[in-house]
Nanobody
Framework: QVQLGESGGGLVQAGGSLTLSCVAS????????MGWFRQAPGKEREFVAA???????NYADSVKGRFIISRDNTKNTIYLRMNSLKPEDTAVYYC????????????????????WGQGTQVTVSS
């Protein structure tokens, strides 16, 4: 069992930057593939980015080149650095985790993950 807690959301102007953090409980953080998803009002939750156990990464096309996902296993934390933010990036951002025997995997499906955080709101004004 792992518990996830996101932080770092807020209000930012278009073109600005924001960094989200997600801290995981437990002592086996390095055994988990981790991901970020987001959900805008009236829309389905969608994949944003994922990082494997050995820090390989995977991004949605909509954020590729603007967002960077990373992990620090010494702090049980993943990050999402969001640059060049757009109003369409406005959403609640969720952290997710899944224990993985495959060190390379970067899952991008909602059903691929077993654990979810409560989310943090990101609002980008135009």
């Amino acid at each position: 069992q792992v518990q996830l807690g996101e932080s770092g959301g807020g209000l930012v102007q278009a073109g600005g930057s924001l960094t989200l953090s997600c801290v995981a409980s437990g002592r086996t953080f390095s055994s988990y593939a981790m991901g970020w998803f987001r959900q805008a009002p009236g829309k389905e939750r969608e994949f944003v980015a994922a990082v494997s156990r050995i820090a390989s990464t995977n991004y949605a096309d909509s954020v590729k080149g603007r967002f960077i996902i990373s992990r620090d296993n010494t702090k049980n934390t993943i990050y999402l650095r969001m640059n060049s933010l757009k109003p369409e990036d406005t959403a609640v951002y969720y952290c997710a985790a899944v224990m993985s025997g495959n060190i390379w995997t970067t899952p991008d499906g909602l059903d691929d993950y077993d654990y979810w955080g409560q989310g943090t709101q990101v609002t980008v004004s135009s």
